[in-house]
């Protein structure tokens, strides 16, 4: 196996997780994390260099926003089961309250939140990914942030402040 | 003013929870947070949050990969699918159109083989070089042209660039969306020369091989085709082979690697 294809099949745990956390459902992730891989091994000659993982951060990033395009025209994208909320203890709680919250959250936002966070990118390898400035990751961090802070403070999903 | 009188930022905030600081920016935080309770609680509260994020997801990079993510079978499954599309294409030059078809639904790669795209991007050439009112749907003269057709064709605003044809004497009309597949619009740029001649670049977003330029002729107009990337353009014009050939190359030289991801 070439030195790349080693690359890639390191990545694929990594990318499973991103998936994961991307969209919330394992099968959609795994399918993403598929069409990631297919796309990649056919672009090879294309990679020249750098950091393979990124580089497929980077097309799951793109696949997942052309999936969330195509599926925006259906009254529901995430239905989250409100029925999870009856139980409210337990060491699944945190983790649905987190999912949750996550689910508020713009689809940039949270990929850049993930990215950092969970993936451990830097804002310049994020900014790669997401092909927007340094700055505009910060401000997407930012937002991210404050807007599951105050979901999981109990409020209503914040409106965006205008200053 | 030190930097210790300063307020530290919000964006200083955050890049000192994601390790972003220098040594000495970090100190400078530490000490800001030990006098300012309201930064260090939410600085404190981001890490929970993203703590909380880590325990959710952090499992399922542990859990055994499913077979249908293996790389070596991707790569063989990959093989084959470039064979069929060579095949596909094959038959379909040979045969044309409807030997091409059906051979597609035999031999099916994952996306359609080029010479299905090249076939839509005649189609809609022809279709809107003889409309007099209404060729293009946005002028190029607006600037949002080029940003809006990358966007929802490629999906960043930035990858797609109306070639300048001017050395030809060809000037850029403006451009429109058209539908390819689903979800998957296709974007039409047309020019025009001081003959009335029109040419128009074709470019949609389907995975394949990077391919060189290839010629391709129906009726009276003909098409010079090539993969870039994540994108597959097509540009229609007059069938004159080598000045569609001059222009393709000129088209494909400047928009190389724009796409690719």
Redesign the interface.
């Known amino acids: 196996m070439s030195g790349f294809r080693q690359d890639v099949e390191a990545s694929i745990p990594a990318l499973r997780r991103y998936a994961r956390a991307l969209t919330r459902d394992g099968d959609v992730a795994d399918d993403l994390v598929q069409d990631t891989l297919v796309r990649a091994l056919r672009a090879e000659h294309l990679f020249h260099g750098g950091d393979v993982r990124s580089w497929l951060y980077t097309i799951l990033t793109n696949l997942n926003r052309n999936r969330l395009r195509s599926l925006s025209r259906r009254p529901s994208l995430m239905p989250i089961d409100d029925n999870d909320a009856v139980e409210l203890a337990g060491p699944e709680a945190g983790g649905r309250d987190i999912e949750r919250a996550l689910a508020t959250l713009v689809d940039e936002q949270r990929a850049a939140l993930l990215l950092v966070v969970l993936e451990g990118l830097t804002y310049r390898e994020v900014a790669q990914v997401q092909g927007v400035p340094i700055g505009t990751v910060m401000s997407r961090l930012a937002r991210a942030r404050a807007q599951v802070k105050s979901y999981l403070d109990g409020q209503r999903p914040q409106l965006r402040r205008v200053k | 003013m030190t930097d210790r009188d300063t307020p530290i930022t919000?964006?200083e905030l955050?890049?000192y929870v994601?390790g972003?600081l220098s040594p000495e920016r970090r100190k400078i935080v530490d000490a800001w947070l030990a006098t300012h309770p309201d930064d260090a609680a939410?600085v404190a509260?981001?890490r929970a949050?993203?703590e909380?994020?880590?325990?959710?997801?952090?499992g399922?990079?542990?859990?055994p990969?499913?077979p249908?993510?293996d790389?070596?079978r991707?790569?063989r499954?990959?093989r084959r699918w470039t064979f069929a599309a060579a095949a596909a294409m094959v038959i379909a030059f040979v045969s044309g159109g409807a030997a091409g078809w059906f051979g597609r639904g035999a031999l099916e790669p994952?996306g359609p083989p080029p010479r299905t795209v090249t076939a839509d991007a005649l189609e809609a050439h022809k279709l809107y070089i003889a409309e007099v009112r209404h060729p293009i749907e946005v002028p190029a003269s607006a600037n949002h042209l080029n940003p809006w057709l990358s966007r929802r064709v490629v999906?960043?605003p930035?990858s797609l660039k109306a070639p300048d044809l001017s050395a030809f004497g060809l000037k850029l009309m403006g451009g429109r969306l058209l539908p390819w597949q689903?979800?998957?619009p296709a974007a039409l740029f047309m020019y025009e020369n001081a003959a009335l001649e029109r040419y128009t670049l074709y470019a949609v977003r389907v995975?394949?091989?990077?391919t060189s330029l290839h010629y391709d002729v129906s009726g009276n107009v003909a098409a010079v085709y090539w993969g870039d990337?994540?994108v597959r353009f097509v540009v229609s014009g007059p069938a004159d082979r080598e000045k569609l050939l001059k222009i393709g190359q000129a088209a494909y030289e400047q928009l190389a690697s724009r796409t690719?991801?």
């Open positions: 919000d964006d955050h890049a994601d972003e939410r509260s981001w949050h993203a909380l994020i880590r325990i959710r997801y952090g399922v990079a542990h859990n990969v499913p249908r993510l790389v070596a991707l790569a499954n990959q994952p999906g960043i930035t689903p979800g998957q995975g394949g091989p990077d990337g994540e690719r991801t």
